[in-house]
């Protein structure tokens, strides 16, 4: 088991180096100027050239990858240009938002998809699991923004049911926080089902067929006592898995949702920091987000062992 | 024992033949010291358990592995060219004596690509080693099907439309269709039912007959290979047990796992019922086999120097070798 | 092993019927041909220009002689939707065909050839490490606002998806003794890639190609929706939406018309892509 | 004749048939077969790969597919253990459940997946304990460690907790055997249960399954193809071929005198009855085996008589008319005209 | 009276691009640091300069190139100190440094010095008219702040307004709260001038990029201020009342579309002139901001009433004759070249307008490139005269015409340089009598119809909206909340 997670975890420092380089190399091959933006419309070309100094950005990009790497290796994800404070701090600002929303999604995206998913697993071919999984697909297909242009404009314009946008006032309390991103989570939850839908399906029917659950029906076991015991226990693992992903993908796939709705989140900071070539701020976003993924899925195998005995005693 | 020439009447010579799986402290060794001969035009079997390593012997053969250690010495029949010890070869001196040397497969279903057509299937052999070009080719192609049992208009088949028997029969045609001399026959029966199985084995034996072939016949069917071979190799976790001529060896096994091998095989037969000396225990792990005798650990006959000292075989009659110190059984 | 007569049966039902036979993929395909139909063939018939300034006509309600209506500035919405769907259609087309030629190339290569696979799915695994849309965003904001930046863009996002599906399906296939029959022969490796792995692998690649392509449609729309994707003066579905977005309170027909063809679009491709994925080998199924 | 031979029935099964519906139709899977198993008995199913035999255990069972809306008919009597006589086709399926696992016990052929992975061998053998014999957990386990040991797993104190990853495939048989046996079955259906095992542990646990059923007398019904292991084994035998029983008689006649032409080329075609039959073999020079020609025909178009009648050298011109009957004459019952003319003789 | 008291949600249009006001000439920035920094002078309802920190009026000397400034006494900074003249001195030196207004006005400067605890010297090296206009404006503002809090990069912000900055959390709030030590000017209040009191407690400026969420949120009482709506939302902010105010600032600002003198096909001053008649700003200003109410298409670049109210060149203006267009290219030896029109999206108006008006070129036989870009893009690749023709963007409509648009400055991109230009703007901005200054702005507005290096395309008015409990409000270009509460 040690092996085992030892073997990930060398594999996800692997993947976190390539990521660096990526991102590097990403945001520093667009175009765009930061420090124009900075100064405004009346700065003239010499007002820039000098601020360009002043930040940085005139030197070579391998001397600015070294120095920027160096910093990573200190855990300093560097300065923002536009903000004027350490990346990140930036990003603990805006954690708060993006990881109840996420949480909440996948809440969201859970309570539906699993029952369904199983529901249409367990009576295939019927009219309820054609139902489910047209549901599914047409979650599936559904841009995130219209769906919550939609909603907005039903729920929070004509009905006013929920705040339109943002996340409340500097002052306000959790519980006015929470209905702020309701509306977002059921968006991000409602389309995000769909892959939960499809996969807990999918793990279900494949585990369905296994031979061993016609063993449990063979012991005279109830129906109920096989779903539960054998066939959602061996279920768990992949169905863990896909929440971990959509977990993970959602903290850095809120962005279409965050910028419709206003939220300031960290798909929001991504977005602006691209708009605003704000380099530090997409380095240090891309990255902390491709870690969490990473993480994430390391936690995910780490789940495996614990639920898998295959793993678990890998070994011993 | 590596000569420089073969004994005239051996295709070819294993000798000391190792294939580990895996690095580290405990490679799987799949094959381990393997030596024995193969005789021209003779069928040779060889049996042995689950995961004793007929498959990997036959891999090697046939170069779809790459052996860890031994030699593979090779004679083309009717060639005055010295042996070649295909042990040695790279993949690509190899590629010319895949024309000598084929094999077929235990799973029918498996070992057709399901998106070609069979003349496509017969014609890639063809075309890999330049025979029957242009106009030849058709002739060529319908001779091939008949010789294993089918009839030309198949040739525009896919694979799926055939039934497992004649998947098989469309497999030997592919090895059939670049002349080889030599063919490793990997289980052919084992995924077939009965009643088609002795077609193919009639098939195997006609052609064996026809084209002069020499034919290393792996199986677990102990009453196929009686019924086919002229001498057999038992294999047990990767080494030689016993080689015998077939006669010899079921009428006087003379190792004991041979005989419990023997022992174990139902008989169709209810007038001939039996009680079953019993083996105890699975086999052990090839990644960490028993020192000494591999066998020891089930043999109903061990003694304390089995434990310590290295089984080489002997030959305790003209052609009957075996690997274990009692002579009395 | 051995497969039952009916799974050989089922093999042998030609595969548009066992496709077509279930109304829903028959429905999805009907709908597919004629948006594929209309985008190509109306522009032909009809010199109509989708970008016709009409300021006097701005916003207005769906009617007959404006369909869908008219945007802020007066250009007919339905007009715009069946030119988009040139262009929504075009960049399905691009994404899928590039993700599909450059991931089938790394997936296969990374699945035949043990010591690539490690070095390539490294890579592989680091670009899947960022949503798709966060990676796009990126992607467009370096080669800029333009139609072809976004397809080249989705290609990247999409190509190491199919490269880990190819992949998969092509660990499971070099195993295949197909593929050791092939060998023994002595054919050579590039054409086993071509002759056996590859045709192998188009059942899979078809799925994905259905997939990738409504993705590609999708994302084009959230792309051009934040700003960093198609310029918004091509008439995608996704521009339109983004372009009329103030007006959305105003004039919801110019956002939801576009939005509904989008829906339509991609719930078609994606329940044909099931219906490729029903036909498949369930081997393959897992491994994909 | 043997006290078994008397004994009324423990399982008579009466024009038993299975079909699915398929994309393509229905599947007639089983088709009208019967047969009769009494106590202490072990009746073999024979056949080719999709004769039936396995639906036709699972229907037994009632764990047939039902997604694929199977349908099923006829009649299976089980005399219960009260002496009750049931029909196992018409329970409710909470009878069904209890018998399950509890009077009726099932080995499968593929030791290596039919158990659960997550879940420890004991527990998987003690869930069926506590649900049939009512036992606390505590009694459960020890009874589940009682039945590894009476499967001769070495150290079964130990293995009782282990997984079934932990365990080679001969060991997970013999877990499979006593999860069966568990609640002391008294009929025990095995499809298939050493096809894929080595012949030395498939002699094993033969040798294991003979002893369990001499000490409990239930009654077994053997699924198989490998028809050394039904002469070893078997009491009586039934051959299917496309659905059908085509022949069943008592084991030692069925060698002795195959009537079926299938049954006959079946036993012809087997490379050591081949050998035992002809006369002394002259090295380098083998008896042709009497291969059976052709192969079975697809379910989903029967020939309209006898499904054996494409491949039959006996064939006639009565044979494609209509399938011929299960006639029965002493012990034996055959389905073949040319089986029916001799007894009308 | 308003009761004191309260906290107000702003929305405003984005972040802010910093808090410096100084560095940034964003509006944005201006907005919300002239809370709490204010200038030596400002202006009042009539765009008239007021003194602010300053006692009064400056002494100018009769050759105009002498100023002396008197401090306010006991003007309270955040810190607690008394404002003295070394912070004036070294807060404009500052500003000189690093304001790009600062910059032009520093070429101007022949030196800066404080004359005892209160008095300032500025002595300039010409006459410069704009002078005081410069050090009055909000945005690039001549903010005057503590000398201890001066630095390159500012960390604490410390000025004398009414307010002091609490909080910033990136696109999330900027938060300012009440500075009690306070001391305001004894004037009426009037435009940015006079009295000020921190009526509320806190501005929250919030960023709201999205402008149909600022117009929900203002319907919704999420917002007490919204900032720039579009005008499409005006029915809806109507329907609003009685609880939504809206405010109509008129001549808010005026889009221009800039040339490229420099290089490329635009450097043909006759080819612009061409452009220009094919160019309808009617039709641009209707797609811009389609309700007439918004907008006015007139030529004069300043509104009938103010001193630069000048009819020049307004034969050019709003031509649209696509036939008189094509013929002026064809002499001008145009043969196809595509016009690079470069816009960004940042403002939906420009976007618009661009494509209005490649369709009026197209028209007119012209081959355009439209180049949609985001506005980083825009903003770094207008600095590049290799890669544009025409770009799009607006501006407040100042009261001094050299504020803005920098093209009559030196430098800025489109890099119009000539004869003309420097002999028109030379005589008006040596001018100090702003009597004359009107007759000699129509001249520099004809030299822009003459050589076309812009084109003014109207003056639009700004949308915003406030909630009906909050008083006090004046409408301005720079909103400001001092003075304003809200009712109970
Ligand atoms: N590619 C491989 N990698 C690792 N181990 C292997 C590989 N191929 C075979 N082995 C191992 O080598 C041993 C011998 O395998 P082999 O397939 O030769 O046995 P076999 O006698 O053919 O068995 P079977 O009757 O099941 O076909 C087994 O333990 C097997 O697990
Ligand atoms: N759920 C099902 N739906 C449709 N057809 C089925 C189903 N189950 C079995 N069949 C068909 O019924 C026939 C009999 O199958 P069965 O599994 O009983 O064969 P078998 O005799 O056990 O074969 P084997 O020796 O391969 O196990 C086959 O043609 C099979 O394809
Ligand atoms: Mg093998
Ligand atoms: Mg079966």
Redesign the interface.
């Known amino acids: 088991m040690l092996r085992f997670l030892l073997t990930r975890l060398a ?1 996800a420092v ?3 180096a ?2 660096a380089v ?1 991102v590097f190399a ?2 520093r ?6 420090v ?13 050239a000098q601020a360009r100094i ?1 930040y940085g950005l005139d030197k070579p990009l391998p001397t600015q990858f070294v120095l920027w790497v160096g910093e990573l290796l200190q855990g300093n994800l560097g300065q ?1 240009l ?4 350490p990346v990140s701090q ?1 990003l603990l ?2 954690a708060e938002p993006t990881l109840f929303l996420a949480l909440f999604a996948v809440g969201i995206a859970a309570l539906i998809g699993i029952p369904a998913g199983m529901s249409a697993a367990i009576w ?2 019927s009219a309820a699991d ?1 139902a489910v ?2 549901v599914a ?2 979650g ?7 769906l919550g ?2 909603l ?2 039903f729920f ?2 004509r009905l ?1 049911w929920f ?5 409340g ?3 306000a309390s959790f519980g006015e926080r929470l209905q702020h991103l309701l509306l977002p989570a059921l968006v991000l939850g409602l389309l995000n089902s769909a892959l939960i839908i499809r996969f807990t399906r999918a793990s279900m029917l ?1 585990i369905l067929g ?3 659950v ?9 129906e109920r006592v096989i779903m539960v ?2 066939v959602l ?2 279920a768990l693992v992949p169905i863990v898995t896909v929440l971990g992903l959509t977990l993970a ?2 903290i ?2 809120t ?2 949702t965050e ?1 419709v709705f ?1 939220l ?1 989140g960290v ?6 920091a ?4 704000d380099y530090p701020v ?1 380095q240090g976003t ?1 990255l902390v ?2 870690a969490i ?2 993480f994430i ?1 390391l936690g995910v195998d780490f789940i495996y062992t614990l ?4 793993i678990r ?1 890998e070994g011993k | 024992m590596t000569s420089a020439t073969l004994a005239s009447e051996n295709l070819l010579e294993i000798r000391n033949l190792k294939k580990y799986f895996g690095k580290g402290s405990h490679p799987v060794r799949a094959v381990d010291d393997v030596s024995f001969d193969i005789r021209k035009g003779e069928t040779l079997g060889l049996v042995g358990e689950s995961g004793s390593g007929k498959s990997t012997i036959g891999r090697l053969l046939t170069r779809l592995v790459d052996p860890t250690g031994g030699a593979m010495s090779y004679q083309a029949q009717g060639s005055d060219a010295p042996p070649q010890d295909l042990a040695q070869l790279s993949q690509s001196q190899f590629r010319p004596l895949r024309s000598k040397v084929q094999i077929i497969f235990q799973d029918p279903y498996a070992s057709l690509n399901p998106r070609m057509r069979i003349r496509e299937v017969l014609a890639e052999a063809l075309d890999t080693h330049g025979l029957a070009k242009g106009a030849a080719r058709k002739p060529r192609i319908e001779q091939l099907l008949q010789q294993v049992g089918l009839r030309p208009e198949h040739a525009e088949r896919f694979p799926h439309e055939f039934s497992g028997g004649q998947r098989q029969r469309i497999g030997i045609a592919r090895a059939l269709a670049v002349e080889p001399q030599f063919i490793v026959a990997d289980e052919p029966l084992s995924a077939l039912d009965v009643s088609i199985q002795a077609q193919v084995v009639n098939l195997l034996g006609e052609l064996k007959e026809q084209l002069g072939l020499t034919l290393l016949f792996i199986s677990h069917d102990l009453d196929v290979v009686e019924y086919l071979c002229d001498r057999v190799v038992v294999l047990y976790l990767g080494r030689v047990m016993e080689i015998a001529p077939t006669q010899a060896l079921y009428a006087s096994p003379q190792h004991p796992y041979t005989r419990a091998l023997l022992a174990a095989a139902p008989i169709p037969d209810p007038a001939q019922r039996r009680v079953v000396p019993l083996l105890q225990g699975d086999l052990p792990s090839p990644a960490n086999p028993p020192s000494g005798c591999v066998f020891r650990t089930r043999c109903p006959l061990a003694e304390e120097r089995c434990a310590s000292a290295d089984m080489q075989l002997r030959e305790v009659q003209p052609g009957h070798w075996h690997a274990c110190w009692r002579n009395d059984l | 092993m051995r497969a039952s007569l009916l799974s050989r049966w089922r093999a042998a039902m030609p595969v548009a019927r066992r496709l077509f036979g279930r109304k829903i993929v028959l429905a999805a395909a009907l709908v597919l041909l004629l948006v594929t139909g209309v985008a190509v063939l109306y522009p032909l018939l009809s010199d109509a220009d989708p970008g016709a300034i009409e300021i006097g006509q701005r916003l207005h309600a769906p009617s007959l002689e404006h369909w869908a209506g008219t945007d802020e500035l007066g250009r007919d919405v339905m007009l715009r939707i069946v030119h988009g769907a040139r262009y929504s259609l075009l960049i399905g087309v691009v994404t899928a065909a590039g993700a599909v030629l450059f991931g089938t190339l790394m997936g296969m290569l990374a699945g035949f050839f043990r010591r690539l696979d490690a070095p390539l799915m490294r890579v592989v695994d680091a670009m899947m490490s960022f949503p798709d849309i966060l990676l796009g965003i990126a992607l467009v904001s370096i080669l800029g606002v333009s139609l072809w930046n976004v397809m080249l863009a989705l290609v990247i996002v999409y190509t190491p998806r199919v490269a880990r599906v190819v992949r998969a399906t092509t660990l499971v296939l070099r195993e295949l003794l197909f593929v050791d029959a092939a060998r023994a022969l002595g054919v050579r490796t590039p054409k086993i890639l071509c002759k056996h792995i590859l045709p192998n692998l188009m059942s899979p690649i078809l799925v994905q190609v259905t997939f990738i392509f409504a993705y590609a449609i999708l994302a084009e729309a959230g792309l051009s929706f934040l700003g960093v994707g198609v310029p918004p003066d091509i008439p995608t579905w996704g521009t339109m939406i983004a372009g009329s977005l103030d007006y959305a309170d105003r004039a919801f027909w110019t956002i939801f018309c576009p939005g509904l063809a989008i829906v339509l679009t991609a719930l078609s491709l994606q329940m044909l892509g099931d219906g490729v994925r029903d036909l498949l080998d369930p081997k393959l199924r897992k491994a994909a | 004749m043997n006290p078994i031979a008397s004994a009324s029935p423990r399982l008579e099964v009466q024009g038993l048939s299975t079909s699915f519906a398929t994309e393509a139709g229905r599947i007639q899977s089983v088709a009208d077969v019967s047969f009769a198993i009494r106590p202490g008995e072990t009746l073999a199913l024979v056949g080719e790969s999709g004769s039936g035999k396995s639906v036709t255990s699972l229907t037994l069972m009632g764990l047939h597919a039902k997604t694929s809306h199977a349908q099923v008919e006829g009649q299976a009597w089980f005399v219960r253990r009260d002496g009750r006589r049931v029909n196992l086709l018409d329970l409710p399926e909470s009878e069904k459940r209890a018998l399950r696992g509890n009077e009726l016990g099932m080995i499968f052929q593929e030791p290596m997946t039919s158990l659960n992975p997550v879940l420890t061998i004991g527990e998987q053998i003690a869930e069926s304990v506590r649900l049939h014999l009512k036992l606390d957990r505590k009694a459960a386990h020890a009874h589940a460690q009682r039945m590894l040991e009476l499967v001769e797993i070495p150290a079964a104190a130990q293995r009782v907790n282990e997984y079934p990853h932990q365990l080679s495939g001969g060991m997970r048989q013999r877990v499979m055997i006593a999860l069966a046996m568990a609640c002391n079955p008294t009929l025990l259906i095995a499809d298939e249960p050493t096809t894929a095992l080595d012949v030395t542990i498939q002699a094993q646990i033969l040798a294991l399954m003979g002893r369990l059923q001499k000490e409990t007398g239930m009654s077994m019904l053997f699924v198989t193809h490998n028809l050394g292991v039904v002469a070893q084994y078997a009491d009586a035998v039934a051959v299917m071929y496309a659905g059908r029983i085509v022949e069943s008689a008592p084991v030692h006649d069925l060698f002795a005198r195959p009537a079926h032409p299938y049954t006959r080329g079946l036993l012809a075609c087997l490379p050591g009855v081949a050998r035992r039959r002809a006369s002394p073999v002259l090295p380098g020079r083998r008896p042709q085996l009497v291969a059976i020609p052709g192969q079975v025909s697809s379910p989903f178009a029967p020939p309209p008589g006898c499904a054996f009648a494409p491949r039959c050298t006996h064939r006639r011109e009565a044979c494609d008319a209509r399938m011929p009957m299960l006639d029965a004459g002493g012990d034996r019952r055959v389905r073949c005209i040319g089986f029916t003319e001799e007894l009308a003789a | 009276e308003l009761p004191k008291g309260g906290a107000a949600n702003l929305a405003m249009v984005g972040e802010p691009q910093g808090l410096d006001p100084m560095v940034s000439t964003a509006d944005l920035v201006g907005t919300i640091m002239q809370h709490v920094y204010e200038p030596l002078y400002t202006f009042d309802a009539n765009w008239n300069v007021a003194p602010m920190l300053a006692e009064g009026m400056p002494v100018v000397s009769k050759d105009g190139l002498s100023y002396s400034f008197t401090i306010r006494k006991g003007v309270k900074l955040h810190n607690g100190r008394d404002l003295n003249a070394d912070d004036v001195v070294a807060s404009l030196q500052r500003w000189m440094e690093l304001s790009p207004r600062g910059k032009s006005v520093a070429k101007e400067v022949e030196s800066l010095s404080a004359k005892g605890p209160l008095g300032v010297e500025l002595k300039l090296k010409n006459p410069y008219a704009p002078l005081l206009a410069q050090l009055a404006l909000p945005s690039g503002m001549a903010a005057i702040m503590a000398k201890e809090s001066i630095a390159p990069q500012l960390k604490d912000f410390i000025g004398t307004g009414p307010y002091k900055f609490k909080e910033r959390r990136p696109d999330q709030f900027t938060v300012l709260t009440r500075f009690d030590g306070y001391s305001a000017r004894k004037e009426a209040p009037s435009g940015y001038a006079g009295r000020r009191e921190a009526v509320l407690d806190e501005l929250r400026f919030v960023p709201v990029p999205n402008a149909n969420t600022r117009v929900e949120g203002s319907l919704s009482g999420q917002f007490q201020y919204a900032d720039l709506l579009p005008v499409e939302a005006i029915g809806r902010i109507e329907k609003g009342a009685p609880a939504v105010v809206p405010i109509v600032t008129k001549n808010f600002g005026f889009p221009y579309i800039v040339f490229n003198t420099k290089e490329g096909v635009l450097t043909s001053q006759p080819l612009r002139r061409a452009v220009q008649t094919a160019v309808g700003q009617g039709e641009l200003m209707a797609a811009g901001f389609g309700d007439n109410r918004f907008f006015v298409v007139e030529p004069n670049f300043f509104p009938k009433g103010t001193p630069y109210y000048a009819a020049t060149g307004s034969n050019v203006y709003n031509t649209r004759n696509p036939q008189a267009a094509k013929e002026a290219a064809a002499k001008a030896g145009y043969n196809g070249q595509p016009i690079r029109i470069m816009a960004s999206r940042q403002y939906e108006f420009h976007y618009n307008m661009a494509l209005v008006m490649s369709e009026q070129l197209k028209k007119a036989g012209f081959k355009t490139d439209l180049q949609v870009v985001d506005w980083a893009t825009l903003v770094q690749r207008r600095n590049d005269p290799k890669l544009w023709d025409v770009y799009f963007t607006h501006s407040g409509l100042f009261p001094e015409p050299m504020l803005s648009p920098p093209q009559l400055g030196d430098d800025a991109p489109g890099w119009w340089d000539s004869a003309a230009k420097k002999s028109s703007l030379k005589a008006f901005n040596q001018e100090t009598d702003s009597g004359k200054r009107g007759a000699l702005w129509g001249t520099v507005q004809q030299t822009v119809y003459d050589e076309v290096p812009f084109i003014e395309v109207g003056k639009f008015n700004g949308l915003s909206a406030r909630s009906a409990k909050l008083e006090g409000y004046t409408p301005a270009i720079w909103p400001f909340f001092w003075n304003t509460g809200l009712a109970k």
Do not use: C
Not at chain 1, 29 to 34: E, K, R
Not at chain 1, 163 to 167: K, T
């Open positions: 594999g692997v993947v976190l390539i990521v990526l990403l945001t091959l667009a175009s765009g100027d930061p124009a933006l900075l100064l405004g419309d009346q700065a003239t070309t010499a007002d820039i002043q923002s536009f903000l004027q404070r930036a600002e805006r295939r071919g054609q999984s047209g697909m047409l599936a297909s559904i841009p995130s923004f219209w242009l939609i907005i404009q929070a314009v006013g705040p339109a946008s943002g996340y006032d500097p002052s494949d296994e031979d061993y016609r063993t449990a029906r063979a012991k005279g076991l109830p015991k054998h226990r061996n993908l959602m850095g796939g962005v279409v910028t206003n300031p798909g929001n900071l991504v977005v602006r691209v708009l605003r070539r997409i891309l987000i491709a993924y990473v899925n639920v898998d005995p295959r005693l």
